[in-house]
């Protein structure tokens, strides 16, 4: 399943929608070159979460929290140079009241605690057009996508 997005407001509309979709607990992969646009998902799904810190790309410091509530965390993760101890931090991320993106995540692919994910892969098409192409893997997941797949036909 794909969706094209015109401009960075498509982009944040379709992140929004997903936002609503995607529960706590979710690991959710993004993949695409250097300015695909990932961490510009990332805030739209953040900001429909109400998180109201700016979120910004964790390139440096490879793993950052955001709080959504007293209880609840969006994670975001550039797993381009994550070394083993900032992996297990990384895994010690991942509950039920976190949802959890990782930038990156083919430098994980061997890693067992991505058995199950759901990975939206960011294809650059222009300045302002990207593409999204969605995928799953696990039950669990696979129950995401096609809430993604209904949510997507109604934008």
């Not at 250097?34 to 700016?54: E, H, M, S």
């Amino acid at each position: 399943m794909e969706y094209k997005s015109k401009n960075v407001e498509d982009t944040f509309t379709l992140a929004t929608k997903l936002a609503q979709i995607i529960p706590y607990g979710s690991i959710i992969l993004l993949n695409g070159d250097l300015g695909a646009g990932k961490t510009t998902f990332v805030q739209g799904f953040g900001k429909a979460l109400g998180i109201k810190t700016p979120i910004t790309s964790p390139t440096f410091t490879i793993l950052k929290k955001y709080a959504i509530d007293a209880n609840h965390e969006l994670v975001h993760v550039d797993a381009y140079r994550l070394e083993n101890s900032v992996f297990m931090e990384l895994e010690e991320e991942i509950t039920p009241n976190n949802i959890v993106f990782i930038e990156w995540s083919n430098f994980l692919l061997n890693q067992e605690i991505l058995h199950e994910f759901f990975a939206i892969d960011i294809h650059y098409l222009s300045k302002n057009q990207r593409k999204f192409v969605f995928r799953a893997q696990g039950e669990k997941y696979q129950k995401i996508l096609n809430q993604v797949i209904e949510c997507i036909n109604c934008i």
